[in-house]
């Protein structure tokens, strides 16, 4: 299995982390709680991917569906409903009864949780329009929180929607960034370059051993997502990627840690 080239510069707080438990340790307690968050930090997981969503009042969420309807008893769109409505909401008996009660988590409940223990990769939605950042700027209300926070040096902070990027890397020329995408690497790497971007992060099966080196001869890293095979995560690390994004942070323990 090889290693990440060491003259690749690393997030600050990233060093060594190959495994990024995807959504919390998503199949051991309902994604995106604090109860997956726990279950990810328990099995040792180094860094942990999330997504963040703006409520109706301004509250940042952290949730994946545009809706709230899959992962709780309630209905209806994150961004029409408030953080009041949101938390009465059930975001843990849809998985198993035994997480009823879990809810729908604030970004810096997450941060508290984590902090001192791991990494996030903090992914923010984007809302219906991909192309266009969002109105109401929620990149600088996740960079002030993290700021707030004390832990911009923790984060890796990743979109789909590239505007949401370049929002970012405006606000903030230091903080760690990840370009999100499905396969077209070559507009990925443009992209990187416009945002002044640490990694790609793109679809694991979009993933070859080429890009990869185009990657790292601009000095980014690949963290492809979701991968949960482990033969799928050796063939992977064999091309040179950096660390997978996993629903299987356990099939990757070995993996995850640097000798
Ligand atoms: O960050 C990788 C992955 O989370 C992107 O897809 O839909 O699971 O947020 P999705
Ligand atoms: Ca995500």
């Known amino acids: 299995m090889s290693g990440p080239v060491d003259s690749r510069p690393e997030p600050p707080g990233w060093a060594g982390c190959r495994v990024v438990a995807h ?10 709680t604090l109860a997956a968050f726990s279950a990810a930090l328990e099995l040792g997981a180094q860094a942990i991917e999330l997504d963040v969503q703006r409520t109706r009042d301004g509250e940042l969420v952290v949730i994946h569906d545009e809706t709230v309807d899959r992962t709780t008893d309630g209905s209806g769109p994150v961004r029409e409903l408030s953080l009041a409505e949101i938390r009465s909401l059930d975001a843990g008996s849809w998985f198993r009864p035994a997480f009823a009660g879990e809810r729908v988590p604030t970004l810096s409940e997450v941060i508290r949780t984590v902090r001192g223990k791991a990494c996030l990769n903090v992914e923010i ?6 192309g266009v950042a969002p109105d109401d700027d929620i990149a600088g209300q996740v960079l002030e929180l993290l700021r707030a926070e004390d832990f911009l040096g923790q984060v890796l902070i990743s979109s ?3 505007e949401i990027l370049a929002r970012v890397r405006a606000l903030d020329a230091a903080v760690p960034i990840a370009v999100l995408y499905l396969r077209h690497h070559s507009h990925a790497l443009e992209v990187a370059a416009r945002v002044g971007a640490q990694a790609l992060h793109p679809f694991f099966a979009s ?10 001869r601009r000095g980014l890293r690949v963290n492809p997502w979701t991968v949960d095979s482990p033969w799928v995560g050796r063939l992977l690390f064999s091309f040179g990627a950096d660390a997978i994004i996993t629903n299987q942070p356990s099939v990757f ?3 995850g840690r640097r000798t």
């Open 23 to 32: 959504r919390g340790a998503c199949r051991r307690a309902p994604e995106n």
């Open 125 to 130: 939605k984007g809302g219906p329009n991909p």
């Open 207 to 216: 993933v070859t051993p080429g890009m990869v080196r185009a990657a790292h």
């Open 160 to 162: 789909f929607n590239h």
């Open 253 to 255: 323990a070995l993996a």
